[in-house]
């Protein structure tokens, strides 16, 4: 199963991405996700 990957990490390599703790992964979501709540506001 392949996954989404936000647009705001189309910047990042897949091979870095892949390379990147689940946990690092995570908090790096959830930030993007905050940010683009907040620019919604």
């Not at 990957?5 to 990042?12: A, I, Q, R, T």
């Given at each position: 199963m392949e996954e989404k990957?936000?647009?705001?990490?189309?910047?990042?390599p897949p091979?870095?991405?892949e390379r990147t703790p689940a946990s690092v992964k995570k908090l790096v979501e959830e930030m993007g996700q905050r940010i683009e709540t907040?620019?919604?506001q």
């Open positions: 990957v936000p647009n705001y990490l189309e910047e990042v091979k870095d991405w907040l620019e919604k």
